[in-house]
């Protein structure tokens, strides 16, 4: 086991020719491994669920198991009744809270009327914390299926980007490459919703640029085929180009990505368009600013011209969709 | 220590797995229960402070191999381009065994290591990707990551070292090594 020896060169340029031979397959064909990596994501994503299953109470209860117990005898079975108790509570208090978070998810679910997976959060990204995903414990056994549209009781969180029978990865968002069909609450404006800055930071780019996009405004999705239309996506807080032939804002997210826990899939679309009655309704109501005529929220316009506007994966067809609309 | 082994190859494949084994456990606790901490600042990086620490201890061959394997097992488990996390636990582990002499020497080099390690890791990560099409953060936000990754390496070191090395001398058995 020597420290720099011939043999040791020899083997770390062999695994750095190895490595590079990989990236540059899997970049060229982008799809080279999605065998291997199926296997990889479903056995992973099983021992995760038990960890996360298992570390939870855990660490809720790990403090009352280091309580000193200096008076062997009695004290020690007092200290264990103790100890049970307050794991008891501290039990309960973890039922008592994803009862809430069920029940709000259910409540977003029931005014937009999606039928939805509920699904916890296993994993969040990845080793080396480039990756904006989260790993959830339903998968295609569930009836989730890639491209659904993935939201928490706050708004949108994501949308499935691949799935194995128990697990699914979600690309949040704020990823780089998501890119998510958007709509200003009360009109029919249309845009697109992209990430890369960061965790609490989307791009909102609105395809006129003759409407003037004001701080404050918020966001739901627009709607295709895969994806549902109504889900809040978040709120306006800065408009940075007022260039071009469009218009970005900075839009700061309704779902906090650091803190996700319980999340629904919405696998069945809702018959009619929800428009904007997931949003929570303003304390005074203001007229909508909308410098073109909003049209009234009919379903048909939502689901309609939808479909090339909105596709997460592939930024190109957002730019070609809208084209018409805007 | 190892000279009197420097003339025949005596990687111990033992030790490769055992390794291998820890590094991914680590990778799971990674994901599911580290990244979900919510550390300020940025995140502790269990993998690369296991990865130098085993280096350290095991030389810069145990590292970079083992470095690898893990690296290509967690580029499976994410959706980024396979083999850039492989290339930079690899060129980590070969870069800390160089210097395991000199971490036997004093304390204070396996403390500064790791911590290095972390940081240039997490900021090789950061590299990568961006190169590779889609940077995940800003300059300033892999730099601020950074560093918060190297800090909290440091915070770790203690507690991981010596157990390896322990666990290390355990694993190698009856073979008469010297001390550190």
């Not at chain 1, 099983?46 to 198991?65: F, Q, Y």
Request: charge should be positive; hydrophobic fraction near 45%.
């Amino acid at each position: 086991m020597g420290r720099d020896t011939r043999r040791s060169r020899l083997v770390i340029v062999a695994l750095l020719i190895v490595a590079f031979t990989l990236i540059t397959l899997d970049y060229k064909t982008g799809r080279s491994a999605t065998g291997a990596r199926g296997v990889v994501h479903s056995a992973l994503g099983g021992i995760e669920d038990g960890v996360t299953a298992v570390t939870r109470p855990i660490g809720r209860t790990a403090s009352s198991l280091t309580h000193p117990n200096r008076y062997h005898n009695r004290a020690d079975r007092l200290a264990q009744d103790n100890a049970r108790l307050r794991r008891q509570i501290a039990d309960d208090g973890q039922v008592t809270r994803m009862s809430k978070e069920l029940s709000d998810l259910r409540l977003v679910a029931d005014k937009g009327q999606y039928t939805i997976v509920p699904a916890k959060v296993i994993a969040v990204g990845d080793v080396t914390g480039t990756d904006w995903t989260v790993t959830i414990n339903a998968g295609r056994d569930d009836g989730v299926v890639v491209d659904k549209t993935v939201l928490n009781a706050d708004g949108l969180v994501g949308t499935v980007s691949s799935v194995t029978a128990h697990t699914a990865v979600v690309r949040l968002a704020c990823d780089p490459g998501s890119r998510i069909g958007a709509r200003l609450e009360r009109t029919q404006l249309l845009g697109a919703v992209a990430g890369g800055q960061g965790p609490s930071t989307l791009t909102f780019t609105l395809y006129d640029a003759s409407f003037r996009v004001q701080k404050g405004d918020r966001l739901v999705t627009f709607g295709s085929l895969d994806y549902v239309a109504g889900v809040p996506i978040g709120e306006i807080t800065k408009v940075t180009d007022v260039g071009g032939l469009s218009r970005t804002a900075e839009v700061r997210p309704y779902a906090h990505v650091g803190t996700l826990d319980l999340v629904g899939v919405v696998v069945s679309k809702p018959p009619t368009d929800p428009g904007d009655r997931l949003l929570t309704p303003r304390p005074v109501p203001q007229p909508a600013p909308a410098a073109t005529p909003a049209p009234a929220l009919t379903p048909a316009v939502g689901t309609a011209s939808a479909p090339a506007s909105q596709n997460p994966a592939a930024s190109p067809a957002v730019g070609a969709g809208p084209g018409g609309t805007g | 220590m190892w000279d009197i082994l420097e003339t025949e190859d005596s990687v111990q494949p033992r030790t490769v797995v055992a390794a291998i084994a820890l590094l991914a456990v680590a990778l799971v606790a990674q994901v599911s229960i580290v990244a979900r901490m919510g550390l300020p600042g940025g995140r502790l990086d269990l993998v690369l402070v296991l990865l130098a620490a085993i280096s350290l201890i095991e030389g810069p061959l145990v590292g970079a191999i083992s470095g690898f394997v893990v690296g290509v097992l967690a580029d499976l488990a994410s959706s980024h381009v396979l083999g850039q996390s492989a290339l930079i636990m690899c060129l980590i582990g070969y870069a800390v065994g160089l210097v395991m002499d000199a971490a036997q020497r004093s304390v204070a080099v396996p403390v500064a290591m790791i911590g290095g390690a972390s940081l240039l890791g997490t900021l090789g990560y950061a590299a990568i990707t961006s190169i590779l099409g889609e940077a995940a953060m800003t300059g300033g936000e892999a730099v601020g990551h950074a560093f918060a990754a190297g800090v909290y390496a440091v915070l770790l070191t203690p507690f991981v070292f010596p157990p390896l090395l322990i666990a290390s001398r355990r694993l190698a058995g009856g073979r008469a090594r010297g001390g550190r």
